[in-house]
């Protein structure tokens, strides 16, 4: 059963903490993609990776780290220099190779962050 | 700059009738459009998408149209049921190597039983 899994669902960080919020998927797809969503707002893309070791910053970056040591994995770490990250963060995928829908991002199914 | 627009922030509709979701883009570069469907604390599911080539696509109980000219598109559900009630993002990617996706604010849609 193939799909995005994102963890844990709900997530809880200290001031001056810094936590990682994780994204796996089984798809066999090489692009994976992290976005915040908040109220009132579209998905903003804060970093993406096209290949294995290889990512670049999206539009809203600053504060956040990611790592793409494995094609399944594309963890997502929210810095204590991110001054406003309670947000609903969401990891995506999508697979370049099929023609027929090389342009569909598949989704998991978010990580609340708040914080405490 | 929102270069995906969707003004209207929610819609009512009577189940069995015609929904009519709106979406506006500024950038003319946008290769391909995409609607996506998302429940609460839920991601975005794919729902339908056309390419800038055509002006209608047609799956099931959904349509999205495509107007180029003035850079609009509209997904229509008919007949609306209350399943359908949710959030729809519109979205819109441009052609090339990392192929950029921007999503639009989402309108809820409620439909009423």
């Known amino acids: 059963d193939g799909g995005i899994t994102q963890s844990p669902k709900y997530l809880f960080r200290k001031e001056g903490q810094n936590v990682t919020l994780s994204c796996e998927q089984n798809?066999?797809?090489?692009?994976m993609y992290w976005y915040r969503q908040d109220p009132g707002q579209g998905l903003r893309l804060i970093y993406y990776s096209q290949i294995v070791n290889d990512f670049q910053k999206g539009d809203i970056a600053e504060g956040y780290s990611v790592s793409r040591e494995k094609k399944e994995s594309f963890p997502l770490t929210v810095t204590s220099a991110q001054k406003n990250p309670t947000a609903f963060y969401l990891c995506?995928?999508?697979?370049?190779?099929?023609?027929?829908?090389?342009?569909?991002?598949?989704f998991g199914a978010g990580t609340r962050l708040s914080v405490l | 700059d929102q270069q995906v627009k969707q003004n209207s922030p929610s819609l009512s509709v009577q189940e069995g009738r015609i929904s009519i979701l709106n979406c506006d883009y500024t950038n003319s570069m946008f290769d391909y459009f995409l609607w996506y469907k998302k429940y609460p604390a839920e991601g975005p599911t794919f729902l339908i998408s056309?390419?800038?080539?055509?002006d209608k696509n047609e799956d099931g109980r959904f349509t999205v149209f495509l107007n180029k000219s003035a850079k609009h598109l509209s997904l229509h559900i008919v007949p609306s049921q209350p399943g359908d009630s949710a959030v729809y993002f519109c979205?819109?990617?441009?052609?090339?190597?990392?192929?950029?996706?921007?999503f639009g604010t989402g309108t809820k849609l409620q439909v009423i039983p």
């Open positions: 798809l066999n797809h090489d692009a």
């Open positions: 979205a819109a990617g441009t052609p090339g190597g990392y192929q950029k996706v921007t």
């Open positions: 995506a995928s999508r697979n370049e190779r099929d023609r027929g829908s090389k342009n569909i991002q598949y």
């Open positions: 056309i390419s800038s080539i055509k």
